[in-house]
């Protein structure tokens, strides 16, 4: 399998994770949905990642579809999420609510880089709003939870996604993630991140001047 997309990006990130952990073998492909859309195209007309080719050439995309194929192949035994029933449903709760994060520091992201001195207050406002208010909630949810990982002693995609997603926006919005505001998640975020996996599959983001 080939998995495009830089590991800087969130979602890209929680793939790959997600692969070594099911212990997947793919290709990476490191290209930017900017400098590479080009090359992104033929497998992927949105020119988005991340973007997982498998081997019979059949090209999957978002991260959310490309789990579920992984989970799929995985087997509900050693599946990273409950197959059924409220414990699935509460997983993918936690994960629509780490990726709509990454999905608003992005937006942020180039609001600041692309619109540079014509960036839309209304817009700013309301980015920094969601992005404030689903760490609030994240923050109340990791704080009632007395185990290693949200789900038990055993890491799920809803860890991953949460710990890609925080490093995401620490990196590109310092200002909106506060360790001091929100401890449990920065205690999260550093349990995941002191993982083998972790450190193996980062990628630094360097937001572009503007």
């Not at 997600?18 to 497998?43: C, N, Q, V």
């Not at 509460?90 to 994060?101: F, Q, R």
Request: hydrophobic share 45%.
């Amino acid at each position: 399998m080939i998995l495009i997309g830089q590991y800087d990006s969130p979602f890209v990130r929680r793939v790959a994770i997600a692969m070594r952990l099911y212990g997947f073998a793919f290709e990476h492909r490191p290209w930017s949905t900017f400098g590479d859309a080009d090359k992104i195209a033929p497998f992927n007309p949105l020119r988005r990642v991340p973007t997982l080719v498998l081997k019979d050439g059949e090209a999957l995309i978002e991260s959310t579809i490309i789990l579920d194929h992984l989970d799929e192949l995985a087997g509900p035994d050693k599946a990273m999420i409950a197959s059924s029933g409220s414990d699935r449903r509460h997983a993918l709760k936690i994960c629509a609510l780490a990726t709509g994060l990454a999905d608003k520091g992005v937006s942020l992201l180039y609001e600041r880089v692309l619109r540079k001195d014509h960036q839309s207050k209304i817009w700013v406002e309301r980015c920094e709003a969601q992005i404030g208010g689903v760490l609030d909630v994240l923050e109340k949810e990791r704080a009632g939870i007395a185990s290693p990982f949200w789900s038990g002693v055993k890491i799920s995609h809803a860890d991953i996604a949460v710990a890609c997603a925080l490093r995401f926006t620490s990196e590109a919005h310092p200002r909106l993630f506060d360790p001091a505001r929100h401890p449990a998640l920065a205690d999260h975020a550093a349990r995941c991140e002191a993982l083998e996996v972790f450190k193996e599959i980062v990628q630094p983001l360097i937001p572009p001047a503007g």
